[in-house]
Nanobody, 117 residues
């Protein structure tokens, strides 16, 4: 069983920065794809960024150049560095782990990010 625990959310002014962390339990972290998703009120959950076990990354167009995803396999932790935050980035951010494409994804409980104008 995998458990994901996010931290690092909070309230920040537009233009500011936050770093989210997601710590995973279990032994499959290093061989899994990790992702950050977000869900704003009244909207569907959307992919923000993902990183494969080999370190390849992809980003939503809305965050390219501002957000950076990284992972530390020794700590079973994935990070999301968010810079130049905008009010439109306000959402609950969720961490996701998927071991293989056909396997179920695991989700964290979410962490709130609020960007004030």
């Amino acid at each position: 069983q995998v458990q994901l625990v996010e931290s690092g959310g909070g309230l920040v002014q537009a233009g500011g920065s936050l770093r989210l962390s997601c710590a995973a339990s279990g032994s499959i972290f290093s061989t899994s794809t990790m992702g950050w998703y977000r869900q704003a009120p009244g909207k569907q959950r959307e992919l923000v960024a993902a990183i494969t076990s080999g370190g390849s990354t992809n980003y939503a167009d809305a965050v390219k150049g501002r957000f950076t995803i990284s992972r530390d396999n020794a700590k079973n932790t994935v990070y999301l560095q968010m810079n130049s935050l905008k009010p439109g980035d306000t959402a609950v951010y969720y961490c996701m782990l998927r071991w293989r494409p056909a396997t179920p994804a695991y989700w964290g409980q979410g962490t709130q990010v609020t960007v004030s104008s």
